[in-house]
């Protein structure tokens, strides 16, 4: 286990700026918040679809683009952040919250 401090507010309300996280080593599912690296930086959004070679990856705000990653950049699987940090629930929760910043941005 790792753990990462957070950077950046595309998480809020479930990971804040500044917050130390806990990552658990191996393959996050559709769902989970995963820490991985992307452009010489760790990054924690959530997994939006599994592929065999790695997953393509989304912000719960909506500002960011879905961008793939392999899996030798993930570093794993937050653990906490509560019910909705992972799996259906939180693929749920960051569809919504991706839908609602879709229609009034200015949020």
């Known amino acids: 286990m790792k753990v990462f401090r957070l950077e950046g507010s595309s998480m809020l309300p479930l990971f804040r700026p500044g917050q130390a996280v806990a ?17 010489g930086r760790n990054l924690l959004h959530r997994v939006a679809e599994v592929c065999p070679g790695g997953a393509v990856f ?3 705000a909506g500002r960011l683009e879905p961008h793939y990653v392999s899996w030798a950049e993930v570093r794993g699987t937050v653990l906490g952040g509560g019910p909705l940090a992972a799996g259906l629930p939180g693929l749920w929760y960051a569809r919504l ?7 009034n941005p200015f949020n």
Not at 23 to 39: E, N
Not at 97 to 103: D, G, I, N, P, Q
């Open 58 to 60: 989304v912000d719960d």
């Open 23 to 39: 990552v658990a080593p191996g393959r996050p599912g559709a769902g989970d918040c995963a820490v991985y690296v992307y452009g």
């Open 97 to 103: 919250r991706r839908a609602l910043y879709a229609a």
